[in-house]
Each structure stands twice: as C-alpha cells, then as structure tokens.
C-alpha cells in the first residue's frame, strides 16, 4: 500500500472532509499540510484524536504482514497434525514450539493472566478455550486461535478445523463462519464503515441459520494485540466509523447453530454456547488499502 502525499482531491471547503470525519473539510484535514491535500500524517492524528485509532505506516504494515504470513503457516503446520486422540494440550505446544521457533513469541501466554499460547475451542465451545486435558474425537469442530509477536508486530487469526469425518451440523456451522468471514471482509474499503462490515455478516449468518456471537468483536491489532477500533460482526449499514487506508484490524465472527447466548466458565476465559450448540469461528488481520482491502494473513 501507498500512502500519496500529493493525491488531490475534489471537496470543496465546506464539503464534508474526505478522511470521513464527518467534520467540515476546512475545519479537519485541509487545516493539516499543504493547503486542499489530506495527509497520512493529518488523518493519522484525526483518527488518534477522535477514535485512539493508530493507522499503520508502509513500514508498519510491512512488518505486520511478516508476522501474519508466519500466524497462517502456524495455522498450516497445526492443521496436519490434527488427529482424534489429541488433546487440546498437544495443540498447544505445537503452537507454541512453532513461534519459538521462527523467534517469534506468542501473544496469549500471560496476556491478562491467560495461561497458554493459543486459545483451542472445540464443538460449543465458542472461543478462549484453555488448552487442557480435552481428547478431540472423530467428528468434533475445533478453531485454533493463533496470535504471534514479531518484531513488535502483532498479526492475530484463526480457523476452524475438522477432527476426522465432520458431520452435517459441523459442516454447515463451519462454512456458515467461514462465509461471514468472508463478506465482511469483502465490505472493506475507504468511505465504507465498520458498521457495513457487521451488518454484512450479521445478514449471511441468519440467512443461512446462524446466530452472532454479541459478547466477543473484532479488534484494531498490529502494536498491540488488542487496539482500536472494536469490530461488531452485527450491526446497521452506515454506523461507525469510516474506514480510512492504514487502518488494521481483525473480522472474526462467531456464529452458533443454536441461540446466541453464551456463559463463561469458571475459569474466567471460555465461553460457551447457553444451549450447547455447535460454534464456529474464522479470523484474518485486514488492512484496508486505498483502493479496498489487503489480508495480512491470507488463507
Ligand atoms: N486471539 C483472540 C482474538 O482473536 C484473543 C485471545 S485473548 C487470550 O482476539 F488471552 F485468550 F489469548
Ligand atoms: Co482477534
Ligand atoms: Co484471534
């Protein structure tokens, strides 16, 4: 991506400002830099200001996307190796000696007191499982959730995984996630808003006989793991925030077969579905671009 110091523009000075602020353009970046050109640099202190968004310089996103190609061959090298008779433990030191490895580090293991390096939900478990002494059996759903650190750069994303021969009902709650996913993502691009991201999901998922996870949003990511803006994967067209390029952060969706609701468990961390139907979830780290979209952890 580029960020064109030079690019012109065709507001006029009362029109609304291009960045999407929603303030007067006289009033908001046209007072930044060269008179009538919106710099990265004054809607990069805009969407500070206004939001506590950080927006990702050339350099930044280059580095994020080194970290995300290293989270989705992370995703790969686990895949192989799910088999029935696993546990959720054998997962996680398969993620965890994978980033150690590439001298990466993993981004869960004490954040806020999270005890491993990788989140493992399985069937209605929705997400935030604990790696533990769980055996995955023939027919079970399971997402692995891969966050990694390198260089300071944080890419988060996760997939959904058959154990064995998948039955009807995973199938179709699998591809449900997966398809939300996907037209989320396909709603982002300057001038579009987060709220078009999550109106888009919320309508393929129930169409198709899902329900949308509340609790849980996707999340600005790339300094940190977790930054501004936060990403509903519910929600009106037109609401939120306007996207604007350098902006990075995660589309997530969960989608359960049965209702919505969930509980946490007692261990503060997994959440699982109130009527024990089946949860699916699929993440990437999207960057938006001038010209649309560009996943930084492309699978
Ligand atoms: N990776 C999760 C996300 O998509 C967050 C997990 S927080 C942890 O945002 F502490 F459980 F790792
Ligand atoms: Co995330
Ligand atoms: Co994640």
């Given at each position: 991506?580029?960020f ?13 400002c291009p960045c999407g602020s ?6 908001c970046c046209?007072?930044k ?5 919106p710099t990265f640099e004054g809607t990069r202190n805009l969407y500070y ?6 927006l ?188 604007v390029p350098g ?53």
């Amino acid at each position: 991506m580029r960020f064109h110091k030079s690019k012109k523009t065709k507001a006029g000075r009362n029109d609304p400002c291009p960045c999407g602020s929603g303030l007067k353009y006289k009033k908001c970046c046209l007072r930044k830099g060269d008179a009538g050109v919106p710099t990265f640099e004054g809607t990069r202190n805009l969407y500070y200001r206004k939001y506590k968004i950080c927006l990702k310089s050339r350099e930044d996103i280059e580095g994020i996307r080194k970290t995300g190609q290293l989270v989705t061959k992370t995703l790969d090298f686990v895949e192989e190796k799910i088999r029935p008779g696993m546990t959720t433990d054998e997962i996680n030191t398969l993620v965890h000696e994978f980033t150690i490895r590439n001298n990466a580090t993993p981004a869960p293991l004490n954040y806020r007191g999270y005890p491993k390096s990788t989140c493992v939900s399985v069937n209605e478990v929705i997400c935030h499982g604990i790696p533990g002494d769980r055996v995955l059996k023939d027919g079970d759903i399971v997402n692995v959730d891969v966050t990694s650190v390198l260089k300071g750069y944080y890419a988060d994303a996760n997939k959904t995984f058959f154990v064995g021969t998948p039955g009807d009902d995973a199938k179709k709650i699998a591809d449900i996630a997966k398809e939300s996913m996907k037209v989320g993502i396909s709603m982002v691009r300057p001038g579009n808003t987060i709220g078009d991201i999550g109106w888009a999901i919320q309508n393929c998922a129930e169409k198709r006989g899902g329900t949308v996870v509340r609790e849980f949003v996707g999340h600005g990511v790339g300094f940190e793991f977790h930054e501004a803006p936060q990403v509903p994967h519910y929600g009106k067209r037109g609401d939120g925030i306007v996207m604007v390029p350098g902006m990075v952060f995660t589309i997530e969706p969960m989608i359960n077969l049965g209702r919505k609701e969930l509980y946490v468990m007692k261990d503060k961390w997994t959440a699982v579905t109130k009527d024990r139907s089946l949860s699916a979830q699929f993440e990437q780290t999207i960057l938006v671009t001038e010209s649309g979209f560009e996943s930084l952890t492309p699978y």
